[in-house]
């Protein structure tokens, strides 16, 4: 049992994840926590994993994260496909993967994709010229957030925000700020229940509740707008044409889930595609700023890539396999959930202790990432592992596992590839000094202070 009082001692909620790496020192690769009515068995090896998977049933299911559905029962609002469970999620989300995580969808999705990256790096040179100097210094994550945002807003619409152009619409700033105050607020949450907080009237339920209505208000209007433009039968017009209308689209023609249903997951989607990627791809441009020949052999992979595939995209990025390689090694060090977690349904056998069904077991994410005994180096930020004969056995878990892994997986690589690429074959990322930066938990790990990058034309 670890005591609350270690909790609080370490750091609390921000530091959640360092307390994780200790307590699997303290304790062993197997552990029991309870924090208020939290009770979890904690799991860090890749055969525990295996095992955990193994046992996580028809319609896996997840630690429930209240303040999440409270809003929604709160405001009446349908749960989508990352809060429903049983039978209701698998009828969801089996419609879902077909338009937004299925192999086959990719191709619709890279022409999208990447004409946003193209105008990242217009963006970027603007920047740099107006800079007055031959390169710009700076903290991208607000960027990065701008470019997420409208990554997946091309996917799921079809059609561009223009979120990388001179003015930025205050919605669109005040939906990403939304989104950032959501998971702030959602930690000290967690193990409250937030119905005792929304009784207290207490300030972190209101500033919930206020980033949800501004993200759902903003996603209700997109979807709107396309719901509307369907009906005059403009939408069709481009179906017609043989242009992709989006994901949003897709399923209103389909037809196949409730208008309710649909805005609810493509409003998750839309909340949960912004501080994702921007995170990671932050964290990536940062290892490569400290890590200058890494940096040059992936540049020169892409370049050749570029050269082989004469301009078929699709092929060009089967063809850069270091870079996908670069992005695994950002989630081990890097990775977004500070952990997975499964409700297991029938008994399971790890590290010789019984498991009873219906318990809730954690894989440490961030711990098993670190850890020497898994990952020989784990220091070290070195994508070729993923290439060697290194065992690859339930290691690379960074978007989760199974038929509930992350739903915008395909998105989310395909944007970030893309996003890569196109800074690669353009800057060179340099740092601008030393410090060593930290993770700090907010219900996504992010870093805890600000990266800032020097960016310069090759
Ligand atoms: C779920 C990670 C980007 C939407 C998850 C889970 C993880 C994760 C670990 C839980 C999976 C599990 O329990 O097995 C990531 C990472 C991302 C990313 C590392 C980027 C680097 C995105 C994007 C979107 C998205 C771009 C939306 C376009 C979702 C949704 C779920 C989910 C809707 C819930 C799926 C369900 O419960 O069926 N993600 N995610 N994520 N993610 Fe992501
Ligand atoms: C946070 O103890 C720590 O992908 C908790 O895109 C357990 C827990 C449960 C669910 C996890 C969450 C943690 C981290 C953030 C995750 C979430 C499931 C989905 C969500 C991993 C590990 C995320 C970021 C989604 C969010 C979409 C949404 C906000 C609309």
Same mark, same amino acid.
């Given at each position: 049992?670890?005591?609350?009082?270690?909790?609080?001692k370490?750091?609390?909620?921000?530091?959640?994840?360092?307390?994780?790496?200790?307590?699997?020192?303290?304790?062993?690769?197997?552990?029991?926590?309870?924090?208020?009515?939290?009770?979890?068995?904690?799991?860090?090896?890749?055969?525990?994993?295996?095992?955990?998977?193994?046992?996580?049933?028809?319609?896996?299911?997840?630690?429930?994260?209240?303040?999440?559905?409270?809003?929604?029962?709160?405001?009446?609002?349908?749960?989508?496909?990352?809060? =429903?469970?049983?039978?209701?999620?698998?009828?969801?989300?089996?419609?879902?993967?077909?338009?937004?995580? %299925?192999?086959?969808?990719?191709c619709?999705?890279?022409?999208?994709?990447?004409?946003?990256?193209?105008?990242f790096?217009?963006?970027?040179?603007?920047?740099?010229?107006?800079?007055?100097?031959?390169?710009?210094?700076? $903290?991208?994550?607000?960027e990065l957030?701008?470019?997420?945002?409208?990554?997946?807003?091309?996917?799921?619409?079809?059609?561009?925000?223009?979120?990388l152009? $001179?003015?930025?619409?205050?919605?669109?700033?005040?939906?990403?700020?939304?989104?950032?105050?959501?998971?702030?607020?959602?930690?000290?949450?967690?193990?409250?229940?937030?119905?005792?907080?929304?009784?207290?009237?207490?300030?972190?339920?209101?500033?919930?509740?206020?980033?949800?209505?501004?993200?759902?208000?903003?996603?209700?209007?997109?979807?709107?707008?396309?719901?509307?433009?369907?009906?005059?039968?403009?939408?069709?017009?481009?179906?017609?044409?043989?242009?992709?209308?989006?994901?949003?689209?897709?399923?209103?023609?389909?037809?196949?889930?409730?208008?309710?249903?649909?805005?609810?997951?493509?409003?998750?989607?839309?909340?949960?595609?912004? $501080?994702?990627?921007?995170?990671?791809?932050?964290?990536?441009?940062?290892?490569?700023?400290?890590?200058? $020949?890494?940096?040059?052999?992936?540049?020169?992979e892409?370049?050749?890539?570029?050269?082989?595939?004469?301009?078929?995209?699709?092929?060009?990025?089967?063809?850069?396999?270091?870079l996908?390689? %670069?992005?695994?090694?950002?989630?081990?060090?890097?990775?977004?959930?500070?952990?997975?977690?499964?409700?297991?349904?029938?008994?399971?056998?790890?590290?010789?202790?019984?498991?009873?069904?219906?318990?809730?077991?954690?894989?440490?994410?961030?711990?098993?990432?670190?850890?020497?005994?898994?990952?020989?180096?784990?220091?070290m930020?070195?994508?070729?592992?993923?290439?060697?004969?290194?065992?690859?056995?339930f290691?690379?878990?960074?978007?989760?596992?199974?038929?509930?892994?992350?739903?915008g997986?395909?998105?989310?690589?395909?944007?970030?590839?893309?996003?890569?690429?196109?800074m690669?074959?353009?800057?060179?990322i340099? =740092?601008?000094?030393?410090?060593?930066?930290?993770?700090?938990?907010?219900?996504i790990?992010?870093?805890?202070?600000?990266?800032?990058?020097t960016?310069?034309?090759?």
């Amino acid at each position: 049992m670890v005591t609350v009082y270690n909790f609080w001692k370490l750091g609390g909620f921000k530091n959640i994840h360092n307390i994780m790496v200790h307590n699997f020192n303290t304790f062993g690769p197997i552990y029991r926590e309870k924090i208020g009515s939290y009770d979890s068995v904690n799991i860090i090896n890749p055969e525990d994993a295996a095992i955990l998977f193994k046992a996580e049933g028809h319609y896996p299911k997840r630690f429930r994260v209240e303040p999440w559905t409270s809003y929604r029962d709160y405001r009446h609002r349908e749960y989508g496909v990352l809060l =429903k469970d049983g039978e209701d999620w698998r009828s969801n989300r089996v419609v879902l993967n077909k338009e937004v995580i %299925a192999p086959k969808v990719q191709c619709n999705f890279v022409p999208l994709l990447d004409e946003v990256g193209q105008d990242f790096v217009g963006r970027i040179y603007k920047k740099i010229e107006r800079s007055g100097q031959r390169s710009w210094t700076v $903290d991208l994550h607000q960027e990065l957030f701008k470019y997420a945002l409208e990554s997946v807003g091309s996917v799921l619409y079809g059609e561009r925000f223009g979120l990388l152009q $001179d003015h930025i619409d205050p919605e669109a700033k005040r939906f990403i700020d939304s989104i950032t105050v959501m998971f702030k607020t959602t930690t000290p949450m967690l193990y409250i229940p937030p119905g005792l907080l929304r009784r207290l009237g207490s300030r972190v339920w209101t500033e919930h509740v206020e980033a949800w209505d501004v993200i759902f208000n903003q996603a209700d209007r997109c979807i709107q707008n396309i719901y509307r433009e369907l009906r005059t039968s403009k939408r069709e017009d481009t179906v017609d044409q043989g242009k992709y209308p989006g994901v949003l689209a897709n399923l209103l023609m389909l037809d196949k889930l409730s208008i309710e249903d649909i805005k609810a997951s493509i409003t998750e989607l839309m909340a949960g595609g912004v $501080d994702t990627t921007s995170t990671t791809l932050l964290w990536t441009l940062y290892e490569l700023s400290r890590n200058t $020949d890494l940096q040059e052999e992936l540049r020169a992979e892409v370049l050749t890539a570029r050269q082989a595939s004469q301009g078929d995209l699709i092929l060009m990025l089967k063809s850069v396999p270091l870079l996908k390689a %670069a992005i695994k090694e950002t989630l081990r060090l890097h990775p977004v959930a500070v952990n997975l977690q499964r409700y297991i349904t029938e008994d399971i056998v790890m590290q010789n202790y019984l498991i009873p069904a219906g318990t809730l077991v954690q894989l440490g994410l961030y711990a098993m990432g670190r850890s020497h005994r898994i990952f020989p180096h784990p220091e070290m930020y070195r994508p070729s592992r993923w290439l060697r004969s290194e065992s690859q056995y339930f290691r690379s878990l960074g978007f989760g596992f199974g038929p509930r892994q992350c739903l915008g997986r395909r998105i989310a690589e395909t944007e970030m590839q893309l996003f890569l690429i196109h800074m690669l074959e353009n800057f060179r990322i340099e =740092k601008q000094n030393k410090v060593k930066v930290q993770s700090t938990f907010e219900l996504i790990l992010v870093p805890e202070r600000p990266i800032v990058l020097t960016i310069r034309p090759l």
